[in-house]
Protein backbone atom coordinates (compact mmCIF):
# COMPACT_ATOMS: atom_id res chain seq x y z
CA UNK A 1 0.00 0.00 0.00
CA UNK A 2 2.91 2.74 0.98
CA UNK A 3 4.64 1.87 -2.08
CA UNK A 4 1.16 2.65 -4.51
CA UNK A 5 0.62 5.68 -1.85
CA UNK A 6 4.66 7.15 -2.74
CA UNK A 7 3.84 6.17 -6.78
CA UNK A 8 0.95 8.71 -6.58
CA UNK A 9 2.70 11.45 -4.28
CA UNK A 10 5.65 11.35 -6.43
CA UNK A 11 3.18 11.80 -9.53
CA UNK A 12 1.77 14.53 -7.99
CA UNK A 13 5.03 16.00 -7.04
CA UNK A 14 5.97 15.83 -10.79
CA UNK A 15 3.49 17.60 -11.40
CA UNK A 16 3.57 20.27 -9.14
CA UNK A 17 7.22 20.92 -10.45
CA UNK A 18 6.43 20.56 -13.52
CA UNK A 19 4.20 23.43 -13.37
CA UNK A 20 6.76 25.67 -11.62
CA UNK A 21 9.46 24.39 -14.19
CA UNK A 22 7.74 26.77 -16.58
CA UNK A 23 8.60 30.03 -14.34
CA UNK A 24 12.32 29.11 -13.39
CA UNK A 25 14.14 31.63 -15.68
CA UNK A 26 13.06 34.32 -13.29
CA UNK A 27 13.34 35.16 -9.20
CA UNK A 28 9.91 35.09 -8.12
CA UNK A 29 9.01 39.18 -8.06
CA UNK A 30 9.69 40.74 -4.30
CA UNK A 31 9.97 44.74 -3.30
CA UNK A 32 12.97 45.65 -1.18
CA UNK A 33 10.46 46.36 0.94
CA UNK A 34 9.00 42.91 1.39
CA UNK A 35 12.44 41.13 1.48
CA UNK A 36 14.04 43.52 4.21
CA UNK A 37 10.74 42.63 6.43
CA UNK A 38 10.80 39.53 5.49
CA UNK A 39 14.38 39.26 6.64
CA UNK A 40 14.18 41.56 9.46
CA UNK A 41 13.99 38.67 12.24
CA UNK A 42 17.08 37.39 11.05
CA UNK A 43 19.38 40.15 10.72
CA UNK A 44 18.10 40.98 14.16
CA UNK A 45 19.21 37.63 15.41
CA UNK A 46 23.01 37.74 15.38
CA UNK A 47 23.34 34.31 16.41
CA UNK A 48 22.57 30.45 15.77
CA UNK A 49 22.92 27.22 16.47
CA UNK A 50 24.21 24.54 13.97
CA UNK A 51 23.22 21.17 14.52
CA UNK A 52 24.81 18.49 12.29
CA UNK A 53 23.18 15.05 13.47
CA UNK A 54 22.67 11.81 11.17
CA UNK A 55 24.02 8.31 10.79
CA UNK A 56 27.70 9.37 10.76
CA UNK A 57 27.15 10.41 14.68
CA UNK A 58 26.68 6.87 15.20
CA UNK A 59 30.60 6.29 14.05
CA UNK A 60 32.16 9.77 15.60
CA UNK A 61 34.64 10.17 12.99
CA UNK A 62 36.04 6.45 13.68
CA UNK A 63 36.03 3.41 10.79
CA UNK A 64 36.66 -0.30 12.09
CA UNK A 65 38.69 1.88 14.95
CA UNK A 66 40.85 4.03 13.02
CA UNK A 67 40.11 7.96 13.21
CA UNK A 68 39.48 8.94 10.16
CA UNK A 69 40.90 12.41 8.45
CA UNK A 70 38.14 15.65 7.83
CA UNK A 71 35.05 15.76 8.01
CA UNK A 72 33.12 13.04 10.44
CA UNK A 73 29.83 13.67 8.23
CA UNK A 74 32.44 12.73 5.58
CA UNK A 75 33.03 9.49 6.71
CA UNK A 76 32.03 7.36 3.74
CA UNK A 77 34.80 8.88 1.53
CA UNK A 78 37.52 9.62 3.60
CA UNK A 79 36.95 5.88 5.96
CA UNK A 80 36.08 4.24 1.94
CA UNK A 81 32.76 2.39 3.54
CA UNK A 82 30.98 1.30 0.26
CA UNK A 83 26.89 1.91 0.61
CA UNK A 84 26.49 -1.61 0.88
CA UNK A 85 28.58 -1.34 4.19
CA UNK A 86 27.62 1.91 5.09
CA UNK A 87 23.08 1.76 5.05
CA UNK A 88 23.07 -0.25 7.59
CA UNK A 89 24.28 1.43 9.95
CA UNK A 90 21.36 3.68 9.64
CA UNK A 91 19.49 1.27 12.76
CA UNK A 92 22.38 2.14 14.87
CA UNK A 93 20.94 5.68 14.76
CA UNK A 94 18.72 6.17 18.04
CA UNK A 95 18.15 9.29 19.93
CA UNK A 96 17.46 8.09 22.64
CA UNK A 97 18.82 10.75 24.91
CA UNK A 98 17.94 13.62 22.41
CA UNK A 99 16.32 16.06 24.69
CA UNK A 100 14.48 18.71 22.43
CA UNK A 101 13.80 20.63 25.22
CA UNK A 102 17.44 21.01 26.80
CA UNK A 103 18.95 21.41 23.40
CA UNK A 104 16.87 24.62 22.78
CA UNK A 105 17.39 25.92 25.97
CA UNK A 106 21.10 25.44 26.26
CA UNK A 107 20.49 27.19 22.65
CA UNK A 108 18.52 30.26 24.08
CA UNK A 109 20.99 30.68 27.44
CA UNK A 110 23.60 31.07 24.86
CA UNK A 111 21.96 34.17 23.72
CA UNK A 112 20.89 32.15 19.87
CA UNK A 113 18.02 33.10 18.72
CA UNK A 114 17.02 30.37 15.81
CA UNK A 115 18.68 26.99 15.45
CA UNK A 116 19.55 24.89 11.87
CA UNK A 117 19.48 21.06 12.37
CA UNK A 118 20.74 18.69 8.81
CA UNK A 119 17.69 16.84 8.05
CA UNK A 120 19.52 15.46 5.54
CA UNK A 121 22.81 15.75 4.79
CA UNK A 122 25.03 14.09 2.28
CA UNK A 123 24.36 10.71 3.31
CA UNK A 124 21.08 11.14 2.04
CA UNK A 125 19.47 9.53 5.86
CA UNK A 126 16.27 11.54 6.78
CA UNK A 127 15.71 12.73 10.21
CA UNK A 128 11.79 12.33 10.15
CA UNK A 129 9.31 9.82 8.59
CA UNK A 130 9.70 10.63 5.05
CA UNK A 131 6.38 9.26 2.74
CA UNK A 132 9.24 9.61 0.17
CA UNK A 133 12.22 6.47 1.27
CA UNK A 134 12.58 3.99 3.94
CA UNK A 135 15.90 5.37 4.85
CA UNK A 136 14.30 7.60 7.55
CA UNK A 137 14.32 7.75 11.14
CA UNK A 138 10.71 6.14 10.84
CA UNK A 139 11.95 2.71 8.31
CA UNK A 140 15.27 2.39 9.15
CA UNK A 141 15.08 1.64 12.50
CA UNK A 142 12.24 1.00 15.17
CA UNK A 143 13.02 4.68 16.47
CA UNK A 144 9.39 6.15 16.78
CA UNK A 145 9.60 9.73 17.89
CA UNK A 146 9.24 12.63 15.94
CA UNK A 147 12.52 14.56 16.67
CA UNK A 148 12.37 17.21 14.47
CA UNK A 149 8.77 17.82 15.68
CA UNK A 150 9.93 17.64 19.79
CA UNK A 151 12.39 20.39 18.43
CA UNK A 152 10.19 22.56 16.85
CA UNK A 153 7.96 22.33 19.96
CA UNK A 154 10.83 23.80 21.89
CA UNK A 155 11.84 26.39 19.93
CA UNK A 156 8.28 27.66 19.92
CA UNK A 157 8.33 27.56 23.93
CA UNK A 158 11.82 29.47 23.80
CA UNK A 159 10.67 31.63 21.62
CA UNK A 160 13.79 30.58 19.13
CA UNK A 161 13.05 30.08 15.14
CA UNK A 162 13.50 26.48 14.07
CA UNK A 163 15.55 25.84 10.75
CA UNK A 164 16.20 22.78 8.69
CA UNK A 165 19.76 22.05 6.73
CA UNK A 166 18.43 19.90 3.34
CA UNK A 167 21.06 19.39 1.13
CA UNK A 168 21.46 18.67 -2.77
CA UNK A 169 24.00 16.14 -2.93
CA UNK A 170 22.16 12.43 -1.55
CA UNK A 171 24.88 9.64 -1.69
CA UNK A 172 21.89 7.28 -1.22
CA UNK A 173 19.27 8.27 -3.61
CA UNK A 174 19.86 5.72 -6.57
CA UNK A 175 20.30 8.79 -9.08
CA UNK A 176 23.65 9.39 -7.32
CA UNK A 177 24.78 6.25 -5.48
CA UNK A 178 28.21 5.53 -6.41
CA UNK A 179 30.96 2.61 -5.37
CA UNK A 180 32.33 5.75 -2.96
CA UNK A 181 31.17 8.97 -1.87
CA UNK A 182 32.73 11.89 -4.08
CA UNK A 183 32.55 15.74 -3.88
CA UNK A 184 31.62 15.14 -7.40
CA UNK A 185 29.42 11.98 -7.51
CA UNK A 186 27.51 10.67 -10.53
CA UNK A 187 24.15 11.81 -11.83
CA UNK A 188 21.80 9.30 -13.61
CA UNK A 189 17.91 11.17 -12.72
CA UNK A 190 18.22 14.58 -12.49
CA UNK A 191 14.55 15.08 -13.40
CA UNK A 192 13.45 12.23 -11.01
CA UNK A 193 15.87 13.29 -7.85
CA UNK A 194 14.82 17.03 -7.96
CA UNK A 195 11.00 15.76 -8.11
CA UNK A 196 12.12 13.70 -4.83
CA UNK A 197 13.56 16.63 -3.15
CA UNK A 198 10.86 19.02 -3.89
CA UNK A 199 8.40 16.44 -2.54
CA UNK A 200 10.38 16.00 0.91
CA UNK A 201 10.88 19.97 1.40
CA UNK A 202 7.37 20.04 0.93
CA UNK A 203 6.90 17.52 3.53
CA UNK A 204 9.57 19.73 5.98
CA UNK A 205 7.52 22.89 5.20
CA UNK A 206 4.07 21.02 5.99
CA UNK A 207 5.35 18.80 8.85
CA UNK A 208 6.96 21.35 10.43
CA UNK A 209 6.58 24.97 9.19
CA UNK A 210 10.80 26.43 9.07
CA UNK A 211 11.81 29.46 9.48
CA UNK A 212 14.94 29.26 7.41
CA UNK A 213 15.53 26.23 4.79
CA UNK A 214 19.50 25.91 4.28
CA UNK A 215 20.71 24.32 1.66
CA UNK A 216 24.22 23.09 0.88
CA UNK A 217 26.09 21.01 -1.44
CA UNK A 218 25.48 23.39 -4.47
CA UNK A 219 28.82 22.99 -5.58
CA UNK A 220 28.27 19.56 -7.59
CA UNK A 221 28.21 20.15 -11.34
CA UNK A 222 25.26 18.78 -11.86
CA UNK A 223 22.90 21.72 -10.34
CA UNK A 224 22.68 24.81 -12.20
CA UNK A 225 21.52 28.22 -11.20
CA UNK A 226 18.40 27.73 -13.24
CA UNK A 227 17.82 24.65 -11.30
CA UNK A 228 18.26 26.90 -7.53
CA UNK A 229 16.12 29.71 -9.30
CA UNK A 230 13.60 27.18 -10.17
CA UNK A 231 13.64 25.62 -6.34
CA UNK A 232 14.18 29.13 -4.46
CA UNK A 233 10.87 30.23 -6.73
CA UNK A 234 9.16 26.71 -5.57
CA UNK A 235 9.92 27.19 -2.12
CA UNK A 236 8.92 31.02 -1.68
CA UNK A 237 5.26 30.29 -3.08
CA UNK A 238 5.15 27.19 -1.06
CA UNK A 239 6.26 29.34 2.37
CA UNK A 240 6.33 32.80 1.76
CA UNK A 241 7.73 34.04 4.58
CA UNK A 242 10.52 31.34 5.00
CA UNK A 243 14.20 32.41 4.33
CA UNK A 244 16.32 30.35 2.44
CA UNK A 245 20.08 30.59 1.95
CA UNK A 246 21.69 31.05 -1.23
CA UNK A 247 22.98 27.68 -1.70
CA UNK A 248 20.10 26.77 -3.10
CA UNK A 249 21.44 28.27 -6.28
CA UNK A 250 25.58 28.56 -7.04
CA UNK A 251 26.65 30.12 -3.63
CA UNK A 252 29.73 32.40 -5.56
CA UNK A 253 26.79 33.88 -8.41
CA UNK A 254 23.61 33.70 -5.63
CA UNK A 255 22.96 36.03 -2.49
CA UNK A 256 19.63 35.74 -2.19
CA UNK A 257 18.33 35.42 0.49
CA UNK A 258 21.87 35.68 2.16
CA UNK A 259 25.15 34.90 1.76
CA UNK A 260 27.17 31.86 3.83
CA UNK A 261 31.16 32.02 4.55
CA UNK A 262 32.13 28.93 6.61
CA UNK A 263 34.94 28.90 8.55
CA UNK A 264 35.76 31.76 7.68
CA UNK A 265 34.54 35.34 8.16
CA UNK A 266 34.80 37.73 5.48
CA UNK A 267 37.61 41.02 6.11
CA UNK A 268 34.71 43.74 5.95
CA UNK A 269 31.11 44.52 5.48
CA UNK A 270 29.46 42.78 2.80
CA UNK A 271 26.25 44.51 0.57
CA UNK A 272 24.02 41.90 1.20
CA UNK A 273 22.72 39.64 4.53
CA UNK A 274 25.08 37.02 5.49
CA UNK A 275 25.87 34.57 8.48
CA UNK A 276 28.76 32.92 8.66
CA UNK A 277 28.54 29.20 9.66
CA UNK A 278 31.34 27.99 11.98
CA UNK A 279 32.48 24.64 13.89
CA UNK A 280 33.58 24.84 17.78
CA UNK A 281 36.32 22.31 16.71
CA UNK A 282 37.27 21.39 13.62
CA UNK A 283 34.47 18.32 12.28
CA UNK A 284 30.83 19.51 11.77
CA UNK A 285 29.73 15.97 12.74
CA UNK A 286 30.40 14.07 16.38
CA UNK A 287 34.29 13.35 15.88
CA UNK A 288 35.65 11.52 19.37
CA UNK A 289 39.57 12.17 18.16
CA UNK A 290 38.96 15.70 17.37
CA UNK A 291 39.18 17.93 20.45
CA UNK A 292 40.74 21.13 18.70
CA UNK A 293 37.96 23.31 20.42
CA UNK A 294 38.28 26.74 19.71
CA UNK A 295 38.82 28.87 23.19
CA UNK A 296 35.70 31.03 24.81
CA UNK A 297 37.76 33.78 23.82
CA UNK A 298 38.14 33.06 20.16
CA UNK A 299 34.39 32.47 19.92
CA UNK A 300 32.85 35.56 22.01
CA UNK A 301 35.69 37.54 19.60
CA UNK A 302 34.64 35.97 16.52
CA UNK A 303 30.65 36.58 17.42
CA UNK A 304 31.63 40.57 17.77
CA UNK A 305 33.71 40.21 14.44
CA UNK A 306 30.77 39.14 12.50
CA UNK A 307 28.41 40.98 14.34
CA UNK A 308 29.94 44.17 13.74
CA UNK A 309 30.30 43.58 9.66
CA UNK A 310 26.82 43.23 9.56
CA UNK A 311 26.36 39.34 9.32
CA UNK A 312 25.19 36.50 11.83
CA UNK A 313 27.08 33.64 13.86
CA UNK A 314 25.99 29.96 13.04
CA UNK A 315 28.15 28.01 15.66
CA UNK A 316 27.90 24.16 14.82
CA UNK A 317 27.02 21.60 18.02
CA UNK A 318 28.37 18.12 16.32
CA UNK A 319 25.66 15.92 19.05
CA UNK A 320 26.70 12.22 19.81
CA UNK A 321 24.48 9.68 18.04
CA UNK A 322 22.24 9.06 21.30
CA UNK A 323 21.58 12.72 21.09
CA UNK A 324 23.74 13.88 23.70
CA UNK A 325 26.48 16.96 23.29
CA UNK A 326 30.12 17.27 23.81
CA UNK A 327 30.94 18.49 27.74
CA UNK A 328 32.94 21.38 25.36
CA UNK A 329 30.06 22.41 23.45
CA UNK A 330 28.16 22.91 26.84
CA UNK A 331 30.61 24.64 28.46
CA UNK A 332 31.57 27.04 25.86
CA UNK A 333 27.91 27.82 24.92
CA UNK A 334 27.26 28.31 28.65
CA UNK A 335 30.23 30.89 28.69
CA UNK A 336 29.34 32.79 25.77
CA UNK A 337 25.64 33.10 27.20
CA UNK A 338 26.97 34.19 30.33
CA UNK A 339 28.85 37.02 28.24
CA UNK A 340 25.78 37.77 25.93
CA UNK A 341 23.18 38.12 28.91
CA UNK A 342 26.01 40.55 30.70
CA UNK A 343 26.27 42.92 27.39
CA UNK A 344 23.05 42.47 25.48
CA UNK A 345 22.84 45.95 24.23
CA UNK A 346 26.31 45.53 22.79
CA UNK A 347 25.47 42.16 21.45
CA UNK A 348 21.75 42.69 20.10
CA UNK A 349 20.65 46.63 19.76
CA UNK A 350 23.87 47.19 17.11
CA UNK A 351 24.55 47.49 13.33
CA UNK A 352 27.28 47.72 11.09
CA UNK A 353 29.21 51.35 10.90
CA UNK A 354 31.88 52.09 8.56
CA UNK A 355 34.62 54.11 10.90
CA UNK A 356 38.23 53.28 10.35
CA UNK A 357 38.88 49.89 11.81
CA UNK A 358 40.82 49.20 15.26
CA UNK A 359 43.77 47.57 15.62
CA UNK A 360 42.94 46.55 19.12
CA UNK A 361 39.32 45.32 18.48
CA UNK A 362 35.91 46.11 16.49
CA UNK A 363 33.05 49.01 16.97
CA UNK A 364 29.32 49.06 16.16
CA UNK A 365 26.97 51.79 16.21
CA UNK A 366 23.69 51.56 18.54
CA UNK A 367 20.83 51.08 16.83
CA UNK A 368 18.79 54.47 15.95
CA UNK A 369 21.92 56.32 15.82
CA UNK A 370 22.94 58.68 12.52
CA UNK A 371 25.94 60.71 11.25
CA UNK A 372 24.76 63.62 13.89
CA UNK A 373 24.33 62.24 16.93
CA UNK A 374 24.31 58.31 18.28
CA UNK A 375 26.61 56.04 20.36
CA UNK A 376 29.57 53.43 19.47
CA UNK A 377 30.15 50.30 21.13
CA UNK A 378 33.83 49.99 21.08
CA UNK A 379 34.97 45.93 21.61
CA UNK A 380 38.20 45.82 22.89
CA UNK A 381 40.19 42.16 22.53
CA UNK A 382 43.85 43.91 23.31
CA UNK A 383 43.85 46.17 26.05
CA UNK A 384 46.22 48.53 26.26
CA UNK A 385 49.16 48.53 28.78
CA UNK A 386 49.63 52.13 29.24
CA UNK A 387 45.89 52.56 29.87
CA UNK A 388 45.17 54.45 27.12
CA UNK A 389 42.76 53.19 24.01
CA UNK A 390 43.28 55.04 21.23
CA UNK A 391 41.25 55.57 18.35
CA UNK A 392 42.74 56.92 14.94
CA UNK A 393 41.57 58.38 11.85
CA UNK A 394 38.59 59.74 13.61
CA UNK A 395 36.86 62.97 14.48
CA UNK A 396 34.13 63.63 16.64
CA UNK A 397 32.05 67.14 17.15
CA UNK A 398 30.40 66.31 20.61
CA UNK A 399 32.09 62.74 22.50
CA UNK A 400 31.50 61.63 25.67
CA UNK A 401 33.09 58.02 26.83
CA UNK A 402 31.38 55.70 29.30
CA UNK A 403 31.80 51.88 30.54
CA UNK A 404 29.51 49.40 29.40
CA UNK A 405 27.97 50.44 32.22
CA UNK A 406 27.71 53.76 31.83
CA UNK A 407 30.98 55.12 34.04
CA UNK A 408 31.74 58.43 32.81
CA UNK A 409 35.25 57.90 31.47
CA UNK A 410 37.80 60.56 30.58
CA UNK A 411 38.48 60.94 26.95
CA UNK A 412 40.58 63.87 24.66
CA UNK A 413 40.70 64.77 21.16
CA UNK A 414 44.24 64.13 19.71
CA UNK A 415 45.65 65.36 16.50
CA UNK A 416 45.37 61.58 14.97
CA UNK A 417 41.95 60.75 16.76
CA UNK A 418 41.03 60.32 19.83
CA UNK A 419 41.85 59.18 23.59
CA UNK A 420 40.21 57.01 26.07
CA UNK A 421 41.73 56.92 29.75
CA UNK A 422 40.86 53.42 30.72
CA UNK A 423 43.80 52.93 33.26
CA UNK A 424 40.79 53.10 36.11
CA UNK A 425 39.15 49.46 34.50
CA UNK A 426 40.44 45.88 34.86
CA UNK A 427 39.43 44.44 31.17
CA UNK A 428 37.08 41.99 30.43
CA UNK A 429 38.96 38.21 29.66
CA UNK A 430 36.92 37.39 26.82
CA UNK A 431 36.11 41.67 25.16
CA UNK A 432 35.73 45.21 27.14
CA UNK A 433 32.74 47.03 25.96
CA UNK A 434 33.13 50.59 25.93
CA UNK A 435 30.72 53.67 25.01
CA UNK A 436 31.38 56.52 23.23
CA UNK A 437 28.32 59.39 23.20
CA UNK A 438 29.03 61.69 20.58
CA UNK A 439 26.60 64.10 18.67
CA UNK A 440 27.70 67.00 16.14
CA UNK A 441 28.74 64.07 13.87
CA UNK A 442 32.13 62.15 13.47
CA UNK A 443 34.25 62.21 10.64
CA UNK A 444 36.92 60.16 9.13
CA UNK A 445 40.25 61.69 8.96
CA UNK A 446 44.06 60.85 7.87
CA UNK A 447 44.48 57.74 5.77
CA UNK A 448 42.28 54.84 6.88
CA UNK A 449 43.84 51.86 5.03
CA UNK A 450 42.64 49.78 2.32
CA UNK A 451 38.68 48.57 2.82
CA UNK A 452 38.68 45.03 0.97
CA UNK A 453 35.63 44.77 -1.39
CA UNK A 454 34.47 41.69 -0.81
CA UNK A 455 32.14 39.27 -2.08
CA UNK A 456 31.33 37.40 1.77
CA UNK A 457 32.40 33.43 -0.20
CA UNK A 458 35.83 34.49 -0.01
CA UNK A 459 37.93 32.58 2.91
CA UNK A 460 40.14 34.43 5.12
CA UNK A 461 43.16 33.47 6.55
CA UNK A 462 44.01 36.55 9.14
CA UNK A 463 47.51 37.45 10.27
CA UNK A 464 46.49 36.89 14.51
CA UNK A 465 45.26 33.12 13.43
CA UNK A 466 48.85 32.60 11.72
CA UNK A 467 51.00 29.82 13.50
CA UNK A 468 54.64 31.96 12.76
CA UNK A 469 57.83 29.90 12.97
CA UNK A 470 61.21 31.25 12.58
CA UNK A 471 63.88 33.52 14.15
CA UNK A 472 62.69 37.32 12.82
CA UNK A 473 58.92 37.41 12.09
CA UNK A 474 55.91 38.41 14.74
CA UNK A 475 52.15 39.85 15.08
CA UNK A 476 52.38 43.53 15.17
CA UNK A 477 49.25 45.36 16.88
CA UNK A 478 47.28 41.78 16.82
CA UNK A 479 47.29 43.39 13.20
CA UNK A 480 49.70 42.32 10.89
CA UNK A 481 52.41 40.12 10.83
CA UNK A 482 55.86 42.44 10.36
CA UNK A 483 59.56 42.17 10.71
CA UNK A 484 59.44 39.23 8.59
CA UNK A 485 63.29 39.21 7.69
CA UNK A 486 64.11 35.70 8.18
CA UNK A 487 63.98 33.63 4.91
CA UNK A 488 63.16 30.25 6.50
CA UNK A 489 60.39 32.50 9.06
CA UNK A 490 57.33 31.08 7.62
CA UNK A 491 53.22 32.06 8.83
CA UNK A 492 51.28 28.60 8.24
CA UNK A 493 47.20 28.23 8.57
CA UNK A 494 44.78 25.25 8.75
CA UNK A 495 42.09 26.27 5.64
CA UNK A 496 38.79 24.65 6.06
CA UNK A 497 37.61 24.38 2.02
CA UNK A 498 33.84 24.50 2.42
CA UNK A 499 33.63 23.60 -1.47
CA UNK A 500 35.86 21.82 -4.57
CA UNK A 501 37.04 24.36 -6.92
CA UNK A 502 39.40 27.04 -8.45
CA UNK A 503 40.15 29.96 -5.59
CA UNK A 504 41.81 33.19 -6.70
CA UNK A 505 44.13 34.17 -4.08
CA UNK A 506 45.60 37.21 -2.71
CA UNK A 507 47.79 38.91 0.25
CA UNK A 508 46.27 41.61 1.62
CA UNK A 509 50.26 43.69 2.61
CA UNK A 510 52.60 46.43 2.59
CA UNK A 511 56.14 47.07 1.64
CA UNK A 512 58.10 49.72 2.14
CA UNK A 513 60.03 50.84 -1.50
CA UNK A 514 63.61 49.51 -0.54
CA UNK A 515 62.96 46.36 1.03
CA UNK A 516 60.52 44.70 -2.10
CA UNK A 517 61.47 42.63 -4.50
CA UNK A 518 61.63 39.53 -2.39
CA UNK A 519 59.44 36.92 -4.14
CA UNK A 520 56.88 35.27 -1.74
CA UNK A 521 55.90 31.82 -1.86
CA UNK A 522 52.98 30.35 -0.93
CA UNK A 523 52.12 26.64 -0.71
CA UNK A 524 48.01 25.49 -0.23
CA UNK A 525 46.98 21.61 -0.56
CA UNK A 526 50.48 20.66 -2.01
CA UNK A 527 50.39 23.12 -4.92
CA UNK A 528 52.65 26.16 -4.72
CA UNK A 529 52.16 29.61 -5.72
CA UNK A 530 55.01 32.89 -5.89
CA UNK A 531 54.72 36.00 -6.57
CA UNK A 532 56.84 39.01 -6.58
CA UNK A 533 56.64 41.95 -3.79
CA UNK A 534 56.24 45.12 -5.10
CA UNK A 535 56.72 47.92 -3.09
CA UNK A 536 53.30 50.07 -1.14
CA UNK A 537 53.17 53.66 -0.19
CA UNK A 538 55.04 52.08 3.58
CA UNK A 539 54.66 49.24 6.16
CA UNK A 540 51.58 50.47 6.97
CA UNK A 541 49.31 51.09 3.68
CA UNK A 542 48.17 47.90 2.55
CA UNK A 543 47.16 46.74 -1.01
CA UNK A 544 46.29 43.54 -2.41
CA UNK A 545 48.75 41.25 -4.30
CA UNK A 546 47.34 38.31 -6.57
CA UNK A 547 48.96 34.72 -6.14
CA UNK A 548 46.99 33.53 -9.05
CA UNK A 549 44.70 30.34 -9.25
CA UNK A 550 44.79 27.42 -7.39
CA UNK A 551 42.53 24.10 -7.69
CA UNK A 552 41.48 22.81 -4.33
CA UNK A 553 39.58 19.41 -4.64
CA UNK A 554 39.45 19.05 -1.17
CA UNK A 555 36.42 19.78 1.09
CA UNK A 556 38.03 20.30 4.57
CA UNK A 557 40.89 21.00 6.28
CA UNK A 558 43.47 22.11 4.15
CA UNK A 559 47.73 23.27 5.28
CA UNK A 560 48.81 26.51 4.10
CA UNK A 561 51.94 28.37 4.45
CA UNK A 562 53.73 31.16 3.26
CA UNK A 563 57.54 32.40 3.04
CA UNK A 564 60.38 33.89 1.24
CA UNK A 565 60.69 31.96 -2.19
CA UNK A 566 63.96 32.37 -4.43
CA UNK A 567 64.91 35.25 -4.86
CA UNK A 568 65.35 37.63 -1.37
CA UNK A 569 65.34 41.35 -0.80
CA UNK A 570 65.87 42.62 3.23
CA UNK A 571 62.27 41.60 3.79
CA UNK A 572 59.38 39.66 3.01
CA UNK A 573 56.17 42.24 3.79
CA UNK A 574 53.84 42.58 6.39
CA UNK A 575 50.65 40.80 5.74
CA UNK A 576 47.39 41.38 7.14
CA UNK A 577 45.47 38.65 5.68
CA UNK A 578 45.68 35.42 2.37
CA UNK A 579 41.87 35.72 1.06
CA UNK A 580 40.86 32.99 -1.34
CA UNK A 581 38.15 33.84 -3.56
CA UNK A 582 35.77 31.11 -5.12
CA UNK A 583 35.85 31.69 -9.09
CA UNK A 584 33.82 28.47 -9.78
CA UNK A 585 34.34 24.74 -10.76
O1 LIG B 1 30.10 19.24 2.90
C1 LIG B 1 29.44 20.06 3.85
C2 LIG B 1 29.99 19.83 5.23
O2 LIG B 1 29.83 18.50 5.57
C3 LIG B 1 29.22 20.74 6.21
O3 LIG B 1 27.83 20.40 6.22
C4 LIG B 1 29.42 22.21 5.81
C5 LIG B 1 28.62 23.10 6.73
O4 LIG B 1 28.15 24.19 6.05
N1 LIG B 1 28.94 22.38 4.43
C6 LIG B 1 29.58 21.53 3.44
C7 LIG B 1 31.01 21.90 3.20
O5 LIG B 1 31.00 23.23 2.73
Redesign the pocket.
Known sequence: MKNLTRTLLVFMAVLISGLNAVQAAELIPESDEAYQQRMQWFTDAQFGL?I?YGVYSTLGGEWKGEPVKK?A??IQRWGKITPEEYIPLAADFRPDHLDADLWVKTAKEAGMKYMVI?TK??EGFCLWDSAYTDYDLGEANDFDRDILGELKAACDKYGLKFGT?Y?I?DWHHPSQRAAQSLNQTPMNDKEGYVVYMKAQLKELIDRYDPAIMWF??D?TKWWTMEDGIDLYNYLRKLSPDMIINN?VAKRKEFKKDYG?P??STPGAALDHVWEA?W?VNHS??FKKSDTKWKSTEVLIQKLIDINTKGGNLLL?VGPQADGSWPEASIRQLKEMGEWNAAHHDAVYGTDFVAVPAPSWGKVAQAKGSNAEVGELFLYVFDWPENGKLMMKDIAFGQLKAFTYTNVPLPVSIKKKGIEIDVSSLIADPYATVLRLKYSKGWKTVGSAGTALELSGDELMLQARNAVLKGKAIKLENNSHIGFWTDPMATASWTLN???PGMYRVKALYACAKGYAGTDARLTVGGKVLTAQVKPTAGWQQFELMEFGEVNLNQ??ATDCTLGFGKSRSKALFNLKSVIFEPVGQ
Open positions: FHYEWTHHYSIDGWRTENCTWGNVPAVG
